[in-house]
């Protein structure tokens, strides 16, 4: 696994304006990430109503776009949703999905979430899944049951086409919270998600495994060497682009 690249995302939430993502991406685009990072691939997931801006501000860089989220529908009568071939049309290459904040504030179900995963790759894009556990959850040890069930319904969703997918773990009680998972923490988690991928088809032993919570510049080189943490899924630290620049060349 070392020697494969880093997929280092950055995940902007419901945050930015035109003036502000103009600025950001001016400043990814001086940092020469291509150059600077050349073991890190690099997204953004802007709000989907940046999504045609942000693509072709970064159109010809190295810099890829996704969604923070995606229908699991394809068309129709969804007041509010945004469907996978208008998102690839803009030149998104992933989506977020099954994100904490989605699964809290919105009610998605595991199911839902597999069921997004499903409509991404059916319209070409890449899916990052996200699981993870709450504060209260790991603290009664049920941390591998929570993220396991959460990759299950994915797993017996997609079948072999896991292998398709990445994954991304993202402890609840570490989002925003400048609370990190320590590096041993994340890495136990990331080798069962890595263990039960591999058992579903051992095509999917190699998925990229990405962390997220509280990622900064100082603590990504520690985070991006265990074995099983392949990038990361950065939040507030992707606003500033020297700091997500850091966190990419850690990689
Ligand atoms: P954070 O968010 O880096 O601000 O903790 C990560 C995420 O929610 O994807």
């Known amino acids: 696994m070392s020697v494969m690249k880093k997929l280092v995302v950055g995940n902007w939430k ?49 810099i890829a776009v996704g969604t923070q989220d995606i229908s699991a529908q394809t068309q129709g009568a969804y007041t ?6 208008m998102i690839r049309e803009f030149g998104a290459t992933y989506a977020i999905v099954g994100h904490s904040e989605r699964r809290s504030y919105h009610a998605e179900s595991d199911q839902l979430v597999a069921d997004k995963a499903k409509a991404a790759l059916s319209h070409g894009l890449v899916p990052i899944v996200c699981v993870g556990e709450t504060l209260a959850e790991r603290e009664a040890n049920q941390t591998e049951a929570v993220v396991g069930r959460q990759l299950q319904a994915v797993i017996d969703t997609l079948g072999d086409d896991i292998a398709r997918v990445v994954v991304a773990y993202e402890p609840v009680w570490a989002i925003g919270t400048g609370k990190t998972a320590s590096p041993a923490q ?55 682009a020297a700091d997500f620049a850091a966190i990419a060349r850690a990689a």
């Open 186 to 240: 994340a890495q136990a988690v990331h080798a069962s998600l890595r263990a039960q991928l591999a058992k579903a088809t051992p095509k999917a032993a190699d998925i990229p495994l990405l962390y997220g919570g509280s990622v900064k510049p100082d603590n990504a080189v520690e985070l991006f060497s265990q074995p099983d943490i392949n990038g990361g899924l950065i939040g507030g630290a992707a606003l500033k």
């Open 14 to 62: 419901m945050h930015g304006s035109r003036a502000f993502n103009a600025e950001l991406i001016q400043g990814l685009l001086v940092a020469d990430l291509a150059t600077t990072a050349p073991n890190a691939d690099v997204a953004v997931c802007p709000p989907c109503v940046f999504l045609a801006d942000v693509a072709d501000a970064l159109q010809g860089s190295a």
């Open 80 to 85: 509010g949703e945004v469907a996978g071939p």
